[in-house]
């Protein structure tokens, strides 16, 4: 499992770089505006950051569901699905691979964004003003006014929220990959595919919501535990689903 998970990232490795190199270049750029005290560059280069991010984050959220679409599309496929390995290794390998990716490049934006942080703090501000946020801060969480179980909670939900999204991604390409083979509509279809597969999801979500013991729950801006719940449930039932299409259909 652990080799097929490295060769996974391998097939990533080349975007992972040149988003780690072009935050790398971002981060330098910005210390070199405020250090320099030019104001509009370090403008521009938070207003290019976060259009950077947004589209970074777009793109590595879907990546791993673009590398499985290519995989069914070339030739790669036959080496894919000759490996002395089981269906349910292939694509577990995949979706671990594909969390990995967002985990790093999400850690380093967020260090990237602590860098800028304290870099402004400090060139505008001082070191003690540095230090008075830090202690600011600390006394926000010991008298309770963050909720640890809360922030837990909202990432596990994130987690379980982008599994599925990559589990309707897996599952679409799948489809439509058995449908229309090698064809070149198969990615247009594969598209629609996602979008059905998640308005289905969120009906049942609806539905879920009508029954009695959880009437309360519908329309709560509030994240709760049945959503996570449900959530789980769809992403397994994804990933089943995909394994057995593939096993039957595009392994060889």
Not at 163 to 188: C, K, W, Y
Request: proline share 1%; aromatic share 14%; with cysteine.
């Amino acid at each position: 499992m652990a080799k097929l998970i490295k060769y996974e990232m391998r097939k990533q490795r080349t975007s992972r770089m040149v988003i780690l190199i072009g935050l790398l270049v971002s981060v330098i750029a910005y210390c070199l505006s405020i250090l320099t005290g030019n104001i509009n560059m370090t403008a521009v280069i938070i207003g290019l950051g976060v259009c950077a991010a947004l589209l970074v984050f777009f793109y590595t959220g879907i990546e791993s569901i673009l590398v499985l679409n290519r995989d069914l599309k070339t030739k790669q496929s036959y080496m894919l699905w000759m490996l002395p390995k089981s269906i349910w290794e292939i694509l577990g390998a995949k979706f671990i691979s594909a969390l990995l990716q967002m985990a790093i490049v999400y850690a380093a934006f967020c260090i990237a964004v602590g860098i800028g942080c304290l870099g402004a703090v400090i060139r505008f501000e001082g070191v003690q003003a540095l230090a008075d946020m830090f202690q600011r801060a600390s006394e926000v969480f010991v008298r309770g006014g963050v909720n640890w179980t809360d922030l837990v909670w909202l990432a596990v939900y994130i987690f379980i929220a982008w599994s599925q999204v990559i589990m309707i991604g897996f599952l679409a390409v799948v489809m439509s990959r058995t449908i229309l083979l090698r064809s070149r509509f198969a990615g247009f279809l594969s598209v629609i595919l996602f979008f059905v597969i998640d308005f289905v999801i969120a009906f049942g979500s609806d539905l879920m919501y009508r029954l009695p013991w959880l009437a309360d729950f519908a329309g709560s801006p509030r994240i709760n535990i049945w959503d996570g719940i449900y959530y789980l449930v769809t992403a397994v039932i994804l990933f089943l689903v995909s394994g057995v299409l593939a096993d039957k259909k595009l392994s060889v």
